[in-house]
């Protein structure tokens, strides 16, 4: 039981600070300028499930032969607001990494929210990513699905289970069933497939790995492994354990991202 009140209209208490730096503002905070350096992609990002995305992508196209995915990789540091600076906000207006800026063309393009970035460097370089409607279509459910499901796991189970100061009933039992169903959605797909599209590795397999298969791994949320009973989900298992063998996989998880400062 708790003795929170709602009260009639919400206010925030500017004096109160968090670990995230979250406000109930967008835009930059100070004035920042962030390297570029001499390769066609310049990607600002850290090693957060989101960010090993993008990482695991790029050096995946390095190990299918891709000459021109040459990157420069720098570390926003989300702990220090590395993400509110004006330079990261031009890239991404929503102060989230990844964000990734291609010099190859004229114009520069930037490109933000790791889905997309996933998307831009399957379609420019031709990789893992199917030619048919119905193929294109089936991947884009479940790269949409990642999206949409995966906040649930983060900024749910993962927040009120390991980051909130204090432990509740409530909302680690409403977040661990979500997360549970999540990874029983992800097991039964994976029956009778080697992957998340069957035979074809692709970028929804990179896009789904860095959340549920490091959580299988016991790589997220402390011991939210065992919690979860993450390893009884047999099938979700073994697709986890294939990925991590991947030597472009296991690159972008040990990448070194360059400071900014």
Do not use: C
């Not at 039981?1 to 406000?23: A, L, R, V």
């Not at 021109?68 to 031009?90: H, P, T």
């Not at 399957?122 to 990513?129: L, N, S, Y």
């Not at 497939?193 to 790589?219: C, H, N, S």
Request: no cysteine.
């Amino acid at each position: 039981m708790s003795d929170y009140t709602i009260p009639k209209i919400w206010e925030w208490h500017q004096n109160e600070k968090n670990q995230f730096g979250n406000q109930p503002v967008a835009g930059s905070r100070f004035e920042q300028k962030l390297p570029v350096g001499q390769q066609p992609l310049q990607v600002y990002s850290l090693g957060t499930p989101n960010g090993m995305k993008v990482a695991i992508m790029l050096e995946e196209l390095k190990e299918a032969g891709v000459k021109d995915a040459q990157y420069d990789l720098y570390k926003i540091n989300i702990g220090e607001g590395d993400q509110f600076g004006s330079d990261f906000v031009k890239i991404n207006p929503n102060s989230k990494i990844p964000a990734m800026v291609d010099y190859s063309h004229e114009e520069p393009i930037r490109v933000f929210e790791s889905a997309s970035i996933m998307l831009y460097l399957a379609d420019k370089f031709d990789k893992f990513i199917p030619h048919s409607l119905a193929e294109r279509t089936e991947l884009m459910n479940w790269l949409f699905w990642q999206t949409g499901a995966a906040p649930f796991v983060g900024g749910g189970f993962g927040h009120f289970y390991y980051y909130a100061p204090f432990a509740q009933e409530y909302p680690i039992d409403r977040y661990t069933m979500e997360t549970k169903r999540q990874l029983d959605l992800l097991d039964k797909h994976l029956a009778n497939k080697d992957f998340i599209m069957g035979d074809e590795y692709t970028i929804a397999d990179m896009t789904i790995w860095p959340w549920y298969g490091r959580l299988v791994q016991g790589e997220l949320y402390g011991d939210a492994d065992e919690f979860l009973k993450a390893k009884e989900y047999k099938n979700l298992k073994a697709w986890t354990d294939r990925i991590a063998q991947r030597p472009g996989v296991q690159r972008g998880i040990n990448v070194e991202y360059q400071a900014i400062k």
